[in-house]
């Protein structure tokens, strides 16, 4: 099981820029998947960034060419750089791992993530 501790969301303005950081402790079983999450009042947490066992990042569409997603493995670190916001980016935002346990490839969904940071709020003003 590995545990995980966020921080850095905050306020800013449109156009603005945050680092959102997710240490992790912990190990995984058989290689690793991690993501960067959001969720909305009363909506399914959807996946904005997904990084593979073999460091392959995937992103949402709505972050495409704007957040970049990064794992440091010597820091156990997770980080989703977030530049260009807008205000539809506002949300909590979660990062997650997982155990790739024997599987051939990482999930994509909540429900393929074991692990979860607690949470940061993201709000960016128009």
């Known amino acids: 099981q590995v545990q995980l501790v966020e921080s850095g969301g905050g306020s800013v303005q449109a156009g603005g820029s945050l680092r959102l950081t997710c240490v992790m402790s912990g190990y995984w079983l058989g290689g690793r998947c991690l993501g960067w999450f959001r969720q909305g009042p009363g909506k399914e947490r959807e996946a904005v960034a997904l990084i593979g066992n073999d460091d392959r990042t995937t992103y949402a569409d709505s972050a495409k060419g704007r957040f970049t997603a990064s794992y440091v493995a010597t820091q156990s670190t997770l980080y989703l750089q977030m530049n260009s916001l807008k205000p539809e980016d506002t949300d909590m935002y979660y990062c997650?791992?997982?155990?790739?346990?024997?599987?051939?490839?990482?999930?994509?969904?909540?429900?393929?993530?074991?692990?979860w940071g607690q949470g940061t709020q993201v709000t960016v003003s128009s």
């Open positions: 997650a791992s997982s155990s790739l346990r024997g599987r051939r490839q990482c999930g994509v969904t909540q429900g393929d993530f074991v692990d």
